[in-house]
């Protein structure tokens, strides 16, 4: 033991240097077991991992969203004359090639036009080897697509530089004006599972946002930590020190940045850090490399909405780091995108039942009790 212990502390080791930053981060990242990193690892071995975490921050202390004018953000498009036409506008993400081969063997899904497409293969895409036929043009699968909600379900997939592997979810929706905040029935007390949240709100799809304080640790959620504003009423005002407050403004536009006046937001939350800002992704060679569960949402210039869920510490999914989110985001065309809480918090939850596998203790399918979450309604 005399001899493992320095061994699994200090070796530059790449597998082990990156297995220990892992645990350190997992540990520090929580608000009550920290102690399962400081009781025997050295405080200048977390400081070196943590202080990362740090840097950013301060790099990103003045960052804020800036969308331009209208003009700006998007060019002019053409409305579709027809219903085909309007889908495939819609969802630009859709490879038209996929689509046309499924529909043509699946037609049974457009029988009631275009506009009422309802596809929904996510349980038989949990089988092994399934494979929808649908992908996107960035190459994912797509496992759902709902056209009266302009929602679409990507499945995620890859691995880091060390053959560690990722899995997770995208969804991909067109209605920026239905996507907000929903908070648990007994916010400031006790938190509900996304899932119910997701109840409450008559909403299609949720993820976790905010994170929670637990000072004594009794794990309940339902104390949100940061600022919360939801459906135009402000909750609870910002902490600061380098979180960024990521919320939606009344054009339906995703902003984030420290933002003293918040009287233009809807709906929003706080956490960190930015991923993008107006185009740029500011985390690239950050150093935040250790994978984990995680949360996302990011909107492009048309206002597309993107909001990520990664499973992790779990056999079919490692996690993802920070970077590599951003890179995701990218790939989808954020102009703008900030993590959200993730861990044991992440799941997702689309059309009444988690779609994401998150990591708790207890196992629950449903994930942990949380404060709130991001719906679409």
Same mark, same amino acid.
């Given at each position: 033991?005399?001899?493992?212990?320095?061994?699994?502390?200090?070796?530059?080791?790449?597998?082990?240097?990156?297995?220990?930053?892992?645990?350190?981060?997992?540990?520090?990242?929580?608000?009550?077991?920290?102690?399962?990193?400081?009781?025997?690892?050295?405080?200048?071995?977390?400081?070196?991992?943590?202080?990362?975490?740090?840097?950013?921050?301060?790099?990103?202390?003045?960052?804020?969203?800036?969308?331009?004018?209208?003009?700006?953000?998007?060019?002019?498009?053409?409305?579709?004359?027809?219903?085909?036409?309007?889908?495939?506008?819609?969802?630009?993400?859709?490879?038209?090639?996929?689509?046309?081969?499924?529909?043509?063997?699946?037609?049974?899904?457009?029988?009631?036009?275009?506009?009422?497409?309802?596809?929904?293969?996510?349980?038989?895409?949990?089988?092994?080897?399934?494979?929808?036929?649908?992908?996107?043009?960035?190459?994912?699968?797509?496992?759902?697509?709902?056209?009266?909600?302009?929602?679409?379900?990507?499945?995620?997939?890859?691995?880091?530089?060390?053959?560690?592997?990722?899995?997770?979810?995208?969804?991909?929706?067109?209605?920026?004006?239905? &996507? %907000?905040?929903?908070?648990?029935?007994?916010?400031? $007390?006790?938190?509900?599972?996304? @899932?119910?949240? =997701?109840?409450? *709100?008559?909403?299609?799809?949720?993820?976790?946002?905010?994170?929670?304080?637990?000072?004594?640790?009794?794990?309940?959620?339902?104390?949100?930590?940061?600022?919360?504003?939801?459906?135009?009423?402000?909750?609870?005002?910002?902490?600061?020190?380098?979180?960024?407050?990521?919320?939606?403004?009344?054009?339906?536009?995703?902003?984030?940045?420290?933002?003293?006046?918040?009287?233009?937001?809807?709906?929003?939350?706080?956490?960190?850090?930015?991923?993008?800002?107006?185009?740029?992704?500011?985390?690239?060679?950050?150093?935040?490399?250790?994978?984990?569960?995680?949360?996302?949402?990011?909107?492009?210039?048309?206002?597309?909405?993107?909001?990520?869920?990664?499973?992790?510490?779990?056999?079919?999914?490692?996690?993802?780091?920070?970077?590599?989110?951003?890179? &995701? %985001?990218?790939?989808?065309?954020?102009?703008?995108? $900030?993590?959200?809480?993730?861990? @044991?918090?992440? =799941?997702?939850? *689309?059309?009444?039942?988690?779609?994401?596998?998150?990591?708790?203790?207890?196992?629950?399918?449903?994930?942990?009790?949380?404060?709130?979450?991001?719906?679409?309604?």
């Amino acid at each position: 033991m005399t001899i493992i212990y320095p061994f699994l502390l200090y070796t530059p080791n790449a597998f082990v240097s990156r297995w220990r930053e892992w645990y350190i981060e997992t540990a520090m990242g929580t608000m009550t077991h920290q102690w399962l990193a400081t009781w025997f690892i050295p405080g200048d071995i977390i400081e070196e991992v943590m202080v990362k975490r740090y840097l950013m921050n301060q790099k990103q202390a003045d960052l804020v969203s800036n969308w331009g004018t209208e003009t700006d953000n998007v060019s002019e498009q053409t409305e579709a004359s027809t219903p085909r036409g309007k889908f495939f506008q819609t969802f630009s993400e859709l490879d038209r090639e996929s689509f046309d081969a499924f529909a043509a063997a699946n037609p049974e899904y457009i029988a009631d036009g275009y506009d009422r497409i309802n596809i929904d293969l996510i349980e038989n895409a949990t089988k092994k080897k399934y494979n929808t036929g649908l992908i996107t043009t960035q190459g994912d699968q797509v496992l759902a697509i709902n056209a009266e909600h302009g929602i679409m379900i990507v499945q995620l997939t890859g691995e880091d530089e060390l053959g560690m592997e990722y899995a997770g979810k995208l969804a991909i929706c067109k209605k920026p004006e239905r &996507v %907000m905040v929903g908070t648990c029935s007994n916010l400031f $007390s006790y938190g509900a599972y996304v @899932s119910d949240i =997701v109840r409450d *709100y008559d909403a299609m799809l949720g993820i976790n946002a905010s994170g929670f304080a637990d000072y004594e640790g009794n794990g309940t959620g339902g104390l949100p930590y940061g600022f919360l504003k939801s459906n135009g009423e402000k909750l609870q005002s910002a902490v600061g020190n380098g979180w960024k407050i990521i919320g939606f403004d009344e054009e339906n536009r995703l902003q984030i940045g420290a933002f003293e006046d918040t009287s233009n937001l809807r709906d929003g939350v706080e956490f960190h850090p930015a991923l993008i800002l107006n185009g740029e992704n500011v985390v690239r060679d950050s150093g935040l490399n250790e994978e984990q569960p995680r949360t996302a949402i990011g909107q492009a210039k048309d206002k597309t909405v993107l909001m990520m869920v990664v499973d992790g510490r779990q056999s079919h999914s490692f996690g993802i780091s920070i970077e590599s989110c951003a890179e &995701v %985001m990218e790939k989808y065309g954020a102009y703008q995108a $900030s993590m959200l809480d993730g861990g @044991s918090s992440s =799941v997702m939850v *689309y059309n009444g039942r988690e779609i994401t596998s998150p990591t708790t203790l207890s196992k629950n399918p449903e994930g942990r009790t949380l404060p709130d979450a991001f719906l679409v309604k």
